[in-house]
């Protein structure tokens, strides 16, 4: 895999040294580009790196007489501008940051530095799409679910008929009968005046008394 990294003539240990690093630094998902490496006229031992990825950009420097490696790096959204400067030997690489700090690395090989600028240009467009992306995902109004209607369902109201009781029957009235008077009192009286007037004995009111009750 690192192979494809010596395509432009680069420094082979260097380039071992930069990608052994970087597969210990680089998380999931994030892709090694290109990676551009220093050469100085005359002595070149300890050559600068230059990583371009698809979320930044690298620059790696070698410590303590080679022995060990240090690096800065700046994610794309964090830079403002990259450049190409061609001189008589080599070029200059430098990237700007939007805060306004600077980097860059000199004596790289013309061919490596224009395809530094060529890769750094298609990110810095990618993560100009990718926030061009998210800012209309988050100005987008929310989906909202349909409100429930309110309203309620309208309905006929019937007026109940009224019950309109029919007129009384206009019923004859029998006739009422006039009570005769009573005939065992009608008796009694007439006994009691015939023994008031003395036209009777005791004895006969008496007993002829009896005989009325007896018909009750």
């Known amino acids: 895999m ?15 040294k930069v990608y052994s690093r970087l597969v210990e630094l680089l998380p999931p998902g994030e892709e ?20 371009v990825t698809n ?28 450049n190409v400067k061609e001189e008589i030997i080599g ?13 860059g690395v000199d004596y790289l090989p013309k061919v490596q530095a224009r395809k530094l600028y060529q890769y750094a240009q298609e990110c810095k467009e ?23 209607t309110t309203e309620q369902p309208v309905f006929q109201h019937q007026t109940a008929p009224v019950f309109t009781p029919p007129p009384p029957v206009q ?20 006994l009691k005046m015939l023994f008031d007037n003395g036209l009777i004995s005791q004895e006969e009111y008496n007993q002829k008394k009896m005989e009325l009750l007896s018909e009750l």
């Open 2 to 16: 690192m192979d494809k990294f010596l395509s432009d003539q680069q420094d082979q240990k260097a380039v071992e």
């Open 32 to 51: 090694t580009l290109y990676i551009a490496t220093q050469k100085k006229p005359l002595v070149n031992l300890l050559p600068d790196c230059v990583v």
């Open 55 to 82: 979320r930044r950009i690298l620059f790696f420097t070698p410590a303590n007489l080679g022995l060990s490696i240090k690096f800065i790096d700046f994610v794309w959204k964090d830079i403002a501008d990259v």
């Open 91 to 103: 070029a200059v690489f430098s990237a700007r940051t939007v805060k306004g700090a600077e980097m």
């Open 126 to 148: 990618n993560e100009r799409r990718r926030e061009l992306k998210l800012r209309e995902e988050q100005t987008k109004p929310p989906v909202s679910a349909p409100k429930p």
């Open 171 to 190: 019923t004859a009235s029998a006739p009422v009968k006039e009570e005769k008077p009573d005939e065992l009192t009608e008796k009694l009286k007439k």
